[in-house]
Nanobody
Framework: QVQLVESGGGLVQPGGSLRLSCAASGFTLALYAIGWFRQAPGKEREGVSC????????YYADSVKGRFTISRDNTKNTMYLQMNSLKPEDTAVYYCNARFGSKNYWGQGTQVTVSS
C-alpha cells in the first residue's frame, strides 16, 4: 500500500524551529522528485520547497529561503523539512508530495502553528 506519513508538526513560538518528516511506504522514494506544500486557512495550497530525485536541484519559495531546508534520506525512504526562524505567517497545514511520471502521492498533512 502506497503511503506518505508526515510527523513533526505542532505549536512553536515565533523564532523557533520544527523538523517535519515524511516516511514513504509501498514505493521507492529515491526514484521520485519530492516536495513540501502548505495551505493556510482561507488560502490556496502553495509550494514551499522541492528537490529532484538525484538531489541536485532544489527550489524554495521566496518566503522561506534561508530559513527552511529540504532533504531526503533514501536509505530510510524518508524526506524532511527543517524549518528555522519560524514566523506566524508560516502557520499552515504542511503536506509532503512525491512525483514520478504520472504517479503523484500526497501525505495527509500535519499542522504547524507559530504563535506566542
Amino acid at each position: 500500500q502506497v503511503q506518505l506519513v508526515e510527523s513533526g508538526g505542532g505549536l512553536v513560538q515565533p523564532g523557533g524551529s520544527l523538523r517535519l518528516s515524511c516516511a514513504a511506504s509501498g514505493f521507492t522514494l529515491a526514484l521520485y522528485a519530492i516536495g513540501w506544500f502548505r495551505q493556510a486557512p482561507g488560502k490556496e495550497r502553495e509550494g514551499v520547497s522541492c528537490i529532484s530525485s538525484n538531489g541536485r536541484s532544489t527550489y524554495y519559495a521566496d518566503s522561506v529561503k534561508g530559513r527552511f531546508t529540504i532533504s531526503r534520506d533514501n536509505t530510510k525512504n524518508t524526506m524532511y523539512l527543517q524549518m528555522n526562524s519560524l514566523k506566524p505567517e508560516d502557520t499552515a497545514v504542511y503536506y509532503c508530495n512525491a512525483r514520478f511520471g504520472s504517479k503523484n502521492y500526497w501525505g495527509q498533512g500535519t499542522q504547524v502553528t507559530v504563535s506566542s
